[in-house]
């Protein structure tokens, strides 16, 4: 890597350095950010959890308690309100109750 020499830089060069500089350390830091989320996740649902489960959740607003849950994938909830998730809909199509998935 080439060596920058800062003593001869102008006031404004050394300012559009440091701005570059500081764009690139936001990304850098959001993709690393981004890359242990991933990794996280990768890891509970390996073990069979959510990361929810494991750290709770910052949910917006008021919270609602789930009702049905998928019994191959405990991850896959539904709360009984807004439309059925796709897992639901395909039990229910193959002739299953939804008091099977009730929790």
């Known amino acids: 890597m080439a060596s920058i020499n800062y003593d001869k830089m102008s006031v404004k060069e050394l300012t559009d350095h440091i701005a570059r500089a500081q764009r690139a350390l936001n990304a850098a830091k959001d993709r690393e ?3 242990l989320k991933n990794k996280i996740t990768t890891l509970a ?3 069979g959890f959510s990361v929810g489960e494991l750290f709770g959740s910052r949910g917006r ?3 609602t308690s789930v009702k049905y849950a998928n ?3 405990r991850s896959e909830t ?3 309100r807004g439309r059925k998730p796709n897992w ?3 039990k ?3 002739g299953a109750k939804i008091t099977d998935f009730a929790v």
Do not use: F, M, Y
Request: overall charge neutral; charged content about 30%.
């Open 92 to 94: 229910l199509g193959k």
């Open 78 to 80: 539904w709360t009984g």
């Open 88 to 90: 639901l809909v395909a």
């Open 33 to 35: 950010r981004s890359d």
């Open 61 to 63: 607003g008021k919270a």
């Open 45 to 47: 649902e390996n073990a």
């Open 71 to 73: 019994p191959d994938n």
